[in-house]
């Protein structure tokens, strides 16, 4: 068996709350190979960005913690890696595109030098050969005369303009994994479309592995190659992206791929009604039943579903969903 | 240079607004005092011990105390736009060598409590901000309580008690001994001697505002974004804490700073006082006492135009430290 680039396995986060520990992530496994685009799906709250930061060893501790489990890069664990090593893993091998580029930039600082200090904490750089590198680098996410952009403030800048900056940072040690949580949540529709143009074109030159974290099916559907989707801080189905557009096998999969609203041109047609999954994403403290963290919002749920709490098995080649309705038909 | 273009017009704005603000003050501090019950000669007369009806008369029409109010306010007006701040009654000198020669004391004083105010309470701050719960971020919290509880002149007096008189270390007040030592660093080492209990205790209470300030622009800015940024990009504790937080935590600071810089007069009047430090506040206290109107009305004119150029010189330097400041 090959190595994979980055293999997490049966990890486990939790954070410390007045009601007692509480699990925001549990038996999280998945794979990433080299060069490839996974996506992260789910709501808000699900778990994803917390996995996102455990990637980097970021989560904020205290409250929170990895309590179980293993995060291999290249079979190497970062769950117990010293914070040295840590530092050096972190913009290197490992970095990331947060959702907030107007917040995620330091106010004070230039951006050729936000740029800059990235390269120089990693390589062995003179400044002026650093500051070369970011100039490159604002030229390759596309900003229009770097030269003099890298010279301003994050303040002067668009939020477009911002995040690319963001991208630029992230890339500018090459590194293995890139992880872009929601990157274009904060941006218009038309400059959401120029950065994952960007992030295409960007992989095919870097050859980076890229994790994308969303909510948005439609960006899933063009961008990645396989995708994971969780529900209350578990993988509950797993699949290359095809078959999670045609053929979504748990239900709240095929909630997710119904809630795309549908485009039409001819006046007459009555629009149908919007698609929403009924109820909120229960919160992690209400996951002490053992039953499936679904099964409230579920339609098709019937009497295991509240008794146990499905595992996650193979359904088709290269799939796996966690769902009772594809192994035990009601009976 | 095109850069440098809008920041002297606005700085050229600024002072022209300083100069009216200048002039409101004046006039309103002048009618103020004049209105005022009481006058220089009832006081001076008091402390010579009596006077003749003749005598008091006199010396009422020498300092023009007999005309009516609006010409001596008009008079005195005349003479501070000619740069003249006017004849101390009590001391017989001009007003403006009087400051002179006490503002060097009382700057002294300041500058020594409040930078190294800043100085420590930054440091606290920032250590403080970086492990909330610990020993010295409680310590911070409950000093902070403290001096802003405590009334100056008592934390003078108990430092006096302990480090004067119990544990004779430093000397009581004054800000010389008068032993005739002639030798420059013989006067630096009695000056600073003297300087160390009364920069102490007005020290003391800057520092309780200043830690726990730092403390918690510290604590808010590393929750930023930006800090998650920095750590995201694998730099090192020191470069994400005093680079990347610091320089934002420290606006706040700045801003107090330049305020408090501004009115160093009127904070130092009581351990000027208590100290018997040879300063602006003194005489501040001094003339009240006196009726000496031309002196407190300097002193007054004088605290204000620090006021509003430490305000212009802390606007100046935030244009340094936050690159946003210069386009808005």
């Known amino acids: 068996m090959t190595q994979n680039l980055l293999s997490v396995q049966d990890l486990e986060i939790s954070f410390r709350t007045v009601a007692g520990e509480v699990q925001v992530v549990r038996d999280l496994s998945f794979e990433l190979a080299q060069g490839e685009v996974l996506g992260i799906v789910g709501e808000s709250g699900c778990g994803k960005s917390i996995t996102a930061l455990s990637l980097l060893g970021l989560v904020p501790n ?43 930039l330091n106010p004070v600082y230039s951006v050729g030098e936000q740029i800059a200090e990235t390269a120089r904490a990693h390589f062995n750089s003179s400044r002026s050969e650093a500051w070369e590198r970011a100039i490159e680098m604002l030229q390759l996410v596309g900003i229009p005369s770097p030269e003099r952009r890298a010279h301003e403030f994050p303040h002067q800048l668009s939020g477009g303009m911002r995040q690319r900056v963001m991208i630029a940072i992230a890339l500018v040690c090459e590194p293995k994994v890139l992880i872009a949580d929601e990157p274009t949540t904060a941006l218009d529709v038309t400059v959401q479309a120029q950065i994952f143009d960007l992030f295409r074109d960007l992989q095919h030159k870097i050859g980076a592995a890229i994790i994308l974290i969303t909510h948005d099916i439609g960006v899933v559907a063009q961008m990645t190659d396989r995708v994971i989707v969780m529900y209350a801080g578990r993988k509950i189905e797993e699949g290359p992206v095809s078959a999670f557009i045609t053929d979504p096998r748990h239900p709240y999969t095929r909630g997710l791929v119904n809630c795309i609203p549908r485009l039409s041109l001819d006046p007459s047609d009555d629009p149908e009604p919007l698609f929403e999954i009924p109820g909120v994403v229960p919160s992690p403290s209400d996951l002490s039943l053992p039953r499936c963290a679904f099964a409230p919002r579920c339609r098709n749920a019937f009497a295991l579903c509240l008794e146990k709490s499905p595992p996650l098995l193979p359904v088709a080649e290269g799939r796996a969903a966690a769902c009772w309705l594809e192994t035990e038909k009601p009976g | 240079m095109v850069k440098s273009a809008p920041v002297v017009k606005s700085v050229l704005r600024k002072i022209a607004s300083i100069l009216l603000l200048l002039l409101a003050v004046l006039v309103l501090n002048s009618v103020l005092i004049y209105a005022a019950p009481g006058d220089p000669v009832e006081a001076l007369v008091g402390e010579m011990g009596g006077a003749t009806p003749e005598l008091i008369a006199e010396l009422r029409a020498t300092y023009g105390l007999d005309r009516p109010l609006w010409q001596q306010i008009g008079v005195y007006l005349g003479n501070v736009v000619q740069g003249d701040l006017g004849h101390s009654l009590y001391y017989d000198q001009p007003v403006t060598t009087l400051i002179a020669s006490r503002i060097g004391p009382t700057l002294l004083l300041i500058t020594t409590a409040l930078f190294s105010a800043i100085i420590v309470g930054t440091i606290l701050g920032v250590f403080s901000a970086q492990r909330r719960n610990s020993t010295l971020s409680h310590f911070v919290t409950v000093l902070s309580l403290a001096g802003f509880s405590a009334p100056v002149f008592w934390i003078g007096i108990m430092l006096i008690l302990l ?61 930023a974004d930006y800090i998650r940024t920095a750590r995201a990009k694998g730099l090192s504790r020191r470069s994400v804490v005093y680079k990347h937080a610091l320089r934002n935590a420290i606006l706040p600071i700045v801003t ?17 006082t208590v100290f018997a430090w040879p300063g602006l506040g003194t005489l501040a206290f001094d003339s009240i006492l006196r009726r000496d109107t031309p002196t407190l009305l300097g ?22 430290i936050d690159p946003r400041i210069k386009t808005s």
């Open chain 2, 163 to 223: 480090l004067s008189v119990s544990f004779p270390i430093f000397p009581i007040s004054g800000m010389t001994s008068s032993d005739g030592t002639t030798s420059t660093l013989g006067y630096a080492m009695d000056v600073a001697h003297h300087l160390v209990l009364p920069a102490l205790t007005l020290g003391l209470i800057y520092l309780a505002f200043y830690s726990r300030l730092a403390r918690t622009s510290m604590i808010e800015v590393l929750e």
């Open chain 2, 256 to 272: 107090f700073a330049g305020l408090q810089f501004g009115q160093v007069i009127s904070g130092a009047v009581l351990v000027e």
């Open chain 1, 62 to 104: 205290p409250p929170g913690r990895v309590s179980k489990g293993r995060i291999l890069l290249e079979g190497e664990d970062i769950v117990t890696a010293s914070e040295r090593r840590l530092r050096q893993i972190r913009g290197n091998d490992i970095s990331m595109v947060f959702q907030e580029p107007m917040t995620s």
């Open chain 2, 299 to 320: 002193i007054l004119f004088f605290s204000s135009l620090m006021v509003v150029v430490m305000n212009l010189l802390t606007d100046l330097l935030y244009r340094r």
